[in-house]
């Protein structure tokens, strides 16, 4: 497993804008607001805004605590905290579940595990496992550091080994989890 690269926002992304090929007409105006013109311009734009503009833009998403656009901004202010999750070593970790992706990103002063559910649907059959890794073997508090839930204990065995760890009973469709183990 790689991740390679450096991330990118292509703009619009982070407040869930939509488009359309070919590839110039791709994104619309940024959808600044719910006004004339999406906030955008006070003259017309080259493209015509998206219909939803109305209810999703930056303003509003601003004020939604759950929005897309706030759970961008807590992964980047995340990632920007902690170097293991820019520069650490990557291990893939196994999930019983297809759409759910899950590794370990770790340096010289801290361990995390990093989970997103891409399904469309709830999981509580996702048990995490390594047949080695990392870790030293032992105990680890966890705590998500997007502030969702307070995640179980993690007990790895020898050479890192895990099985079929599960640190919530289950995975909200679309749920990260950014967990910080002590």
């Known amino acids: 497993l790689t991740l390679p690269g450096v991330p990118f926002i292509y703009y619009g992304e982070e407040i869930g804008m939509t488009g359309y090929k070919p590839d110039e007409r791709l994104r619309t105006p940024m959808q600044w607001s719910g006004e004339s013109r999406a906030g955008f311009s006070t003259a017309q734009p080259w493209y015509a805004v998206n219909a939803d503009y109305r209810e999703r833009n930056v303003a509003a998403q601003l004020e939604d605590e759950g929005s897309l656009l706030n759970h961008y901004r807590a992964l980047i202010r995340v990632r920007s905290t902690y170097s293991a999750l820019r520069t650490g070593s990557l291990a893939p970790v196994r999930s019983d579940d297809l759409y759910v992706h899950a590794y370990l990103r770790q340096d010289d002063e801290r361990a995390f595990l990093v989970l997103h559910n891409l399904g469309d649907q709830p999981t509580a059959d996702y048990g995490l496992s390594m047949r080695a890794g990392p870790l030293e ?19 790895a ?13 289950s995975l909200e469709p679309n749920q990260s989890a950014v967990l910080l183990l002590d």
């Not at 080994?161 to 919530?168: H, V």
């Open 157 to 169: 065995g020898d050479r890192g080994a895990f099985d079929g760890y599960l640190p919530f009973p």
């Open 137 to 155: 073997p032992g105990t680890y508090r966890v705590r998500d550091l997007l502030g969702k839930a307070k995640g179980a204990a993690l007990t």
